[in-house]
């Protein structure tokens, strides 16, 4: 309680602000939310989990949420996410920080109320020295009448780069800032880390101010079409919740005109859209999805996924994968080898193919310091974030 009491009366008054008319050509409005300084940041820490960080943090921060423009499927659509700005009077670079798996909106990061203990996490890197962009991913926050196109290449990269588009927009007036770009994430935000950053290498000139310093992905499911045959090969899937919101999210923003009783099983065909629709926490979902797969799926789809039958998925699999390029830049890949939602076999083999296409400056670090996928976040940071903080010290 005296935390949060803490918290609560050092939050700022939020503030809604239109974006001045500057030529901007993402950022459309902001909202400053709170602001903590540093030893307020470490009594915070001691209190909600992430007390193993409290020797990293330097600054305070100061939290905006941003609304900006992005395309989806060829339409402009509006998008929003969070802003943590250090404070000091150095110039800092910018992180993009990818969150993990969420269905109910109100677990977006622009949503969640930092101020009562309640945050991504992500949030917390600019009292590490880091301009923290936070996207909630297209729907969630400003875009969630939209269904979220999980694990979709194209919008994970382009709804993260306008994003920081946007956030260089927010700062261009009034914060200077170190035009350097370090890209992270676990689980879903470890495939938008990477996503992001294929993007960004193949597509030369996007972000053309920034250089790109270091990316840290932990646990991302890169090579999609093998994660999850590695999945349907096995007779129950602990995380039904994350397989069903693929295949539903993939025949949905496809536009492929087949009806969800050619995937699923009957009665989860008919609940699937409503418990996809924004409203339900993952782990409700979860609960109520039976991890046995021949009672969630439909026996012919599981079939035709092995005899190479069902193209169009397959094919989708396969065009949204990010495990077989080069990164030009450094790459550190993270996994606990006890992940029983995204087999640390999907990390070994993006690492080797990496490597065989050659990629330089990419390590992988699996690690044995975690009882399961959720809490394998918290050891990968523990090595990934020195790793940061000793890059942003070298310039």
């Known amino acids: 309680m005296c935390v949060l009491a803490l918290i609560t009366a050092t939050a ?73 700005v250090p404070q000091g009077s150095e110039q800092f670079p910018v992180l993009l920080g990818g969150h993990g798996t969420i269905t109910n909106d109100q677990k977006a990061p622009s949503n969640l109320n930092f101020n009562q203990n309640n945050s991504s996490g992500f949030e917390l890197f600019a009292a590490f020295g880091f301009i923290s962009v936070i996207p909630d991913y297209l729907g969630f926050g400003a875009s969630a009448d939209l269904l979220h196109p999980y694990f979709n290449y194209t919008t994970s990269a382009q709804s993260s780069v306008d994003m920081i588009r946007a956030t260089q927009e927010f700062l261009a007036d009034s914060i200077a800032y170190r035009p350097e770009l370090f890209l992270t994430g676990y689980s879903q935000g470890g495939y938008v880390a990477m996503a992001t950053l294929k993007f960004l290498e193949e597509t030369p000139g996007v972000l053309p101010e920034f ?20 999945i349907l090969s096995e007779t129950t899937y602990p995380s039904p919740v994350n397989l069903a919101f693929l295949i539903y999210s993939y025949q949905q923003t496809n536009g492929w005109n087949h009806p969800l009783t050619d995937y699923f099983k009957e009665p989860y065909a008919s609940q699937i859209p409503a418990l996809f629709d924004g409203n339900t926490d993952a782990s409700t979902i979860n609960a109520q999805l039976p991890q046995n797969l021949s009672a969630l799926l439909n026996p012919d789809f599981i079939a035709q996924v092995f005899d190479d039958s069902e193209t169009e998925f397959l094919n989708a699999l396969e065009a949204n994968s990010v495990d077989d390029w080069a990164p030009q830049t450094p790459v550190r890949l993270y996994h606990e080898q006890d992940d029983e939602v995204i087999p640390i076999q999907n ?41 940061f903080v000793s890059l942003r010290k070298s310039g």
């Open 211 to 230: 250089t790109i310093k270091a990316t840290a992905a932990g646990a991302g499911g890169y090579d999609i079409r093998q994660g999850i045959e590695d």
């Open 347 to 387: 990390s070994e083999s993006t690492y080797k193919k990496m490597l065989q296409n050659g990629a330089e400056d990419v390590y992988y670090f699996p690690y044995d310091e975690a009882e399961d996928h959720r809490s394998g976040a918290q050891p990968m940071y523990e090595q990934a974030l020195p790793w």
């Open 12 to 84: 700022c008054q939020s503030d809604d602000e239109e974006a001045p008319d500057n030529g901007n050509t993402a950022l459309i409005s902001y909202e400053r939310m709170a602001a903590f300084t540093g030893d307020q940041l470490k009594v915070i820490a001691a209190f909600t989990g992430y007390s193993e960080y409290q020797d990293l943090i330097e600054y305070g921060l100061t939290l905006y949420k941003i609304t900006y423009r992005t395309e989806f499927q060829g339409e402009r659509v509006e998008a929003s996410g969070v802003l943590s």
